[in-house]
């Protein structure tokens, strides 16, 4: 079965550290670029951070810029965010996405969420103290 699947999520206080981690499988994330979109209460998701697969290029959306990481281990079929500095406005469910032949930049920037060759079901992200 063709899949992504999120974890990681939970509650964290302002100013607070979460790792999320995406796991795909049934097929190799080696030949996709891949990374993280986010959809808030009441509001349209949004692409967060993204890294293409060819030469590791990422892009990462204003709000989140020095604050985020996001990374990538080929050999274990995994996506990683890193987020430090938590604000209570990135409370959202995170979803990781996965689309061939496309750079860092439209995948996240671009191309809208349902463009996306596969996505997963969302890990959500509470911050609040």
């Known amino acids: 079965q063709l899949q992504l699947v999120e974890s990681g999520g939970g509650l964290v206080q302002p100013g607070g550290s979460l790792r999320l981690s995406c796991a795909a499988s049934g097929f190799t994330l080696d030949e996709y670029s891949t990374g993280w979109f986010r959809q808030a209460p009441g509001k349209e998701r949004e692409g967060v951070s993204c890294?293409?697969?060819?030469?590791?290029?990422?892009y990462y959306a204003d709000s989140v810029k020095g604050r985020f990481t996001i990374s990538r281990d080929n050999a274990k079929n995994m996506v990683y965010l890193q987020m430090n500095s938590l604000k209570p406005e990135d409370t959202a469910v995170y979803y990781c996405?996965?689309?061939?032949?496309?750079?860092?930049?439209?995948?996240?920037?671009?191309?809208?969420?349902?463009?996306?060759?596969?996505w997963g079901k969302g890990t959500p992200v509470t911050v609040s103290s």
């Open positions: 890294i293409t697969s060819s030469d590791g290029t990422t």
């Open positions: 996405v996965a689309r061939r032949m496309t750079t860092a930049q439209r995948m996240c920037a671009v191309f809208p969420f349902y463009g996306m060759d596969y």
